[in-house]
Structure formats: C-alpha cells, structure tokens
C-alpha cells in the first residue's frame, strides 16, 4: 500500500507561484509513474501532469503548458508541482496518484493510479 499526502496549497493572487508536495509512505515509489489531477467545485476531475519514474518523460494538460512543472525526487519518496504565473481558473483541489505498476510512461488517466492523496486545496484570486 501507498500513502500519499500533499501540502503547498494556499491562497495566491493571480500571476503569483505555489509549489506543492507529495509525500508517499508505505513503499517506495520511486519507480512508479505519478501524477497530480485537479476538481473545481462542479466540475469534473481533471489531469494536470504526470511523469514516470525516471523523471524523463512528463505530460501536461493543456491549460497548464508552460507554467506548471512536474518533478521527483525519488531519494524523498517526493513528487512535486511548481505551479507559476496562476490564474483564478486553477482554483481546484489538487490531489496526487501513484501507480501500482513501475514503468516508463506518463499516465493520464485517473483510472491507471490505484493510489490517490487527500488533496491540496489551491485558491487564486484575481
């Protein structure tokens, strides 16, 4: 089994910056491909990135090219999502997954991570 738990979340004005972290426990996932989706109120969940284990390749959605950056460190057990130049509409709760299979690809689809955090909650405000 795989715990996840995310923390950076807060209050930010638009064009501001938020890094957030997730920690795993429970084994190691250094050789899993992880990621980090988003829900807004009303809205249905969302990919935002993922990366596999080697930290080489990485997907984005989108929406969030050019600003969110995904990365590892798989000494921490860590993945992480440096979030810049944000904007209202990434105001979302934001919760990381884990896969249960090691491989060399960045998942995105919500149905291939068996592990999921709590979530992080992001507000940008105009």
């Known amino acids: 089994q795989v715990q996840l738990v995310e923390s950076g979340g807060g209050l930010v004005q638009s064009g501001g910056s938020l890094r957030l972290s997730c920690a795993a426990s429970?084994?190691?996932?250094?050789?899993?491909?992880m990621g980090w989706f988003r829900q807004a109120p009303g809205k249905e969940r969302e990919f935002v990135a993922a990366?596999?284990?080697?930290?080489?390749?990485?997907h984005y959605t989108d929406s969030v090219k050019g600003r969110f950056t995904i990365s590892r460190d798989n000494a921490k057990n860590t993945v992480y999502l440096q979030m810049n130049s944000l904007k209202p509409e990434d105001t979302a709760v934001y919760r990381c997954a884990a896969s249960a299979i090691p491989g060399l690809r960045a998942l995105v689809s919500a149905g291939q991570y068996p592990y999921w955090g709590q979530g992080t909650q992001v507000t940008v405000s105009s």
């Open positions: 990366m596999d284990w080697s930290g080489v390749n990485a």
């Open positions: 429970g084994r190691s996932v250094s050789n899993l491909p």
